[in-house]
């Protein structure tokens, strides 16, 4: 066995074991924040377009989230060290795509959330 095959065999493992507690771990934040957020959008004097903004936050984290255990998965089965550049190199040109929408979206919604607050004439 070869240092990079040994390298690669001794990430697979870390990631194998660590895959399911960092899932664990990342279920339970979102589920905390998703807490926090439902009883911060019960307040009667946030408006829905608000909400709507909270909503579209915490469904890009799940979005991102499991994009990246997509990757950790993929890259604790990766045969050789190509394959997790190849692997790397895709999820970054993926999610710079989906960070960029991500953030046009967002930012529309908050605008939108915005003009709530702009002063309406009579």
């Known amino acids: 066995m070869t240092q990079g095959d040994e390298l690669i065999q001794g990430f697979r493992e870390l990631a194998e074991r660590n895959i399911e507690q960092a899932r664990t771990a990342y279920g339970f934040y979102l589920d905390t924040v998703a807490d926090a957020l439902r009883s911060w959008s019960s307040s009667p004097s946030l408006d829905s377009r608000f909400k709507n903004v909270q ?19 993929g890259l604790a089965t990766a045969k050789d060290l190509p394959q997790i550049v190849t692997l790397q190199n895709r999820y970054a040109q993926v999610q710079l795509e989906t960070y960029a929408r991500q953030a046009q979206e967002l930012g529309r919604a908050m605008a939108e959330a915005a003009q709530s607050f702009a002063p309406r004439n009579p």
Do not use: D, I, P
């Not at 909503?55 to 998965?73: D, R």
């Open 55 to 73: 909503a579209l936050a915490m469904q890009f984290a799940k979005e991102n989230g499991e994009s990246a255990f997509a990757l950790v998965k």
